[in-house]
C-alpha cells in the first residue's frame, strides 16, 4: 500500500469534515497511523483516529468507512472486499495492537508509523 494512497485518504476525511479548514488552518483529525506488512495480506494500515468535533463515534465511523471504500474500490478484489476497512470504538488496547510490528530488536521490522499521515496536535 502507498503512503501517497493513505496521505491522499486522509486529506479527503480531512475535506469531509473540517471543509476548507483542514488546508487554510492546518486542521485534521487527530490520529496515529501505522504501515504493516504481513506475509498472508501484504502491506496494509492501521490507525488509532479520535472522533471527529462536532461528531459521535459511529458518525465518524461512517466518513472514515466510506472514504475508505471510495477510495479503494477501483483496487478490491471480492476475496478481501469484507476486510477491506474495520473499525470500533478504542478500549484502551489500539495504540499497542497497531504499534506491534514498529519496533523490535531485530534489523529487519514488519511495520512503522507513518509519520506523513500521523497528526497529532
Not at 21 to 37: D, K, M, P, W, Y
Amino acid at each position: 500500500m502507498a503512503l501517497k494512497r493513505i496521505n491522499t485518504y486522509f486529506n479527503k476525511v480531512d475535506r469531509r469534515i473540517f471543509k476548507a479548514a483542514h488546508r487554510n488552518r492546518g486542521i485534521r483529525l487527530r490520529r496515529i497511523v501505522t504501515l504493516e506488512r504481513d506475509d498472508n495480506v501484504g502491506w496494509h494500515a492501521h490507525a488509532l483516529v479520535a472522533t471527529a468535533p462536532s461528531r459521535d463515534d459511529q458518525e465518524t465511523r461512517q466518513i472514515l468507512r466510506n472514504e475508505w471504500i471510495r477510495h479503494t474500490k477501483r483496487f478490491a478484489t471480492g476475496k478481501f472486499d469484507k476486510y477491506l476497512f474495520y473499525g470500533e470504538v478504542d478500549r484502551g488496547k489500539t495504540l499497542s495492537y497497531i504499534t506491534k510490528h514498529t519496533h523490535n530488536n531485530k534489523d529487519y521490522t514488519k511495520g512503522f508509523i507513518d509519520t506523513r499521515n500521523t497528526y497529532i496536535p
